[in-house]
């Protein structure tokens, strides 16, 4: 039988607004819950409980942050009072980043930007990037999340998809990661940079048929060292995260075609479910942040004990 393919955004895809009954299990997550009445003084005197994980007057960008993981991340840098740029290739974001951006503005005390970008566009990034350091003269992290996948069968990928994988996921992340240490090179201020890996970077996923997808994020997690290392000195963190499965939209259309793994995912982590993008805000947060300092050239792998069976 002819194989199917399927090719989408991965981890920056809208978050379901709810579960499935075999997915409800997935815990109530803390977040900070702010009224039309709270002020940025009440704001900042709760970071002030944890100063390290503060993140104010902080630039952040995050790629593929115009839905998804991406926005979802994007919201809790907000929290911690950081400016946020979304950049992604949408022309224009979700219909959820608009909320966020206004809550950002009124509640928080922040703001939420959108630059349209395709991260293969490397001069177009350069310019985009440079230009927000510019405006604020400084620019202090990245979390890179803009990523593809295609599952297709090792014996049926084309040169061209695999290269299309390896653009976006690979070149496209080392060239949004340059572009940013530049920037923070320029300005001696240093940083923190994040890279979106995954757990199918260090295992073969069962049942999972992406050879390329799998490749590009074991060369994310090696690219995550190799930077580190260079860009130490310049006072630039960088580290990766490696999540498990998430819920998204894409992700419930997928079990529709392939019910089986609706069963058996989630028996094949410690916890016995599925993951949600609210369960990767800490992290977020974390590797913005001083609270995480002295952390560089590592991996945060966030998979419910998929990967250590």
């Not at 994988?165 to 940079?193: D, L």
């Amino acid at each position: 039988m002819r194989s199917q393919r399927l090719a989408h955004r991965l981890l920056i895809t809208r978050p379901l607004p709810s579960l499935r009954p075999s997915i409800q299990a997935l815990p109530v997550v803390p977040r900070f819950a702010f009224s039309t009445t709270t002020s940025r003084r009440e704001h900042d005197r709760t970071t002030k409980l944890l100063p390290e994980f503060g993140l104010r007057d902080k630039i952040i960008l995050v790629s593929g942050g115009a839905r998804g993981l991406g926005l979802t991340q994007a919201e809790a840098l907000l929290e911690a009072g950081a400016t946020v740029y979304a950049l992604d290739i949408l022309p224009s974001p979700s219909s959820s980043f608009h909320p966020i951006a206004e809550r950002a503005r009124l509640d928080l005390g922040t703001n939420l930007h959108y630059r349209q970008i395709d991260v293969r566009d490397v001069p177009a990034l350069n310019e985009t990037i440079s230009a927000i350091a510019d405006e604020h003269g400084r620019l202090d992290g990245l979390i890179a999340a803009a990523g593809i996948q295609q599952e297709t069968p090792a014996l049926e990928y084309t040169a061209e998809d695999a290269n299309r994988m390896f653009s976006v996921n690979v070149t496209g992340a080392f060239m949004t990661a340059q572009a940013v240490a530049r920037q923070m090179v320029r300005f001696e201020q240093g940083g923190s940079i994040v890279i979106i890996a995954s757990m199918s970077g260090s295992v073969a996923n069962r049942g999972l048929i992406c050879p390329a997808y799998n490749a590009s994020k074991a060369a994310v997690l090696q690219l995550g060292r190799n930077l580190a290392m260079e860009w130490g000195e310049h006072g630039i963190r960088v580290n990766t995260i490696s999540p498990g499965y998430i819920v998204t939209q894409m992700v419930e259309e997928l079990f529709e075609r392939f019910p089986e793994r609706k069963t058996e995912w989630p028996k094949q982590n410690m916890l016995g479910r599925l993951s949600g993008p609210r369960e990767y805000r800490g992290a977020a947060v974390f590797l913005m942040s001083d609270a995480s300092s002295f952390m560089t050239g590592a991996d945060l792998k966030i998979d419910g004990g998929h990967s250590a069976w």
